[in-house]
């Protein structure tokens, strides 16, 4: 069964910062992945997603995410992040058509 | 943007007591999923459904769960006699193809008394 490690259980930076989530997965196989943030109070909100092709990919609202195979890795990046950055994201793994989600990384993003 | 719509937003019950969650796919999806987030806890999978049937489940869907989708909009989850470990957020969701993107509803909290 494959499973999805996110290093960083809590981060606090401040605005402007640069933000890197680490995501690592265990599975051999074929994979999709995606990134999901739940701001507070809401439902989870696909950020980006990838599949195949170009292993760096861009979602919304400036967030990226680069996939590693080699590493086992998909690990989400923004290069300044603002105070509505501020939430719970998750990396998630899709193998063997069942999503299987990380353990969450909550944001605070101090003005 | 097509959204899934969950009803209610929160739902509180007595122990012992059935709940039906339930969960308004987007109009062309086939597969459909249940998930739920205890608070402070991560996502879980519970179980995903295609073709009017359960297409595999966790260890957490045990015999107190039952999922339906009674008619051609509504996908429902029962939990026949709720216990307090049972207080979560849960979400359904749909896609419309296997391993693709999923469509994520707003969640329903349930509060097990």
Redesign the interface.
Known sequence: AQSVSQHNHHVILSEAASLELGCNYSYGGTV?L?W?VQYPG?????LL?YFSGDPLVKGIKGFEAEFIKSKFSFNLRKPSVQWSDTAEY?C?V?AD????????TTVTVRA | EPEVTQTPSHQVTQMGQEVILRCVPISNHLYF?W?RQILG?????LV?FYNNEI??KSEIFDDQFSVERPDGSNFTLKIRSTKLEDSAMY?CASSAR?????F????TQLSVL
């Open positions: 999709n995606f999901y809401q439902h989870l909100q696909l997603k998750f998630a899709n058509y069942k999503l299987s989600f990380g353990a969450g | 999923y998930y806890q991560k996502v879980e999978f995903s297409s595999e979400f296997q391993g693709e993107k999923l994520f509803g707003s969640g």
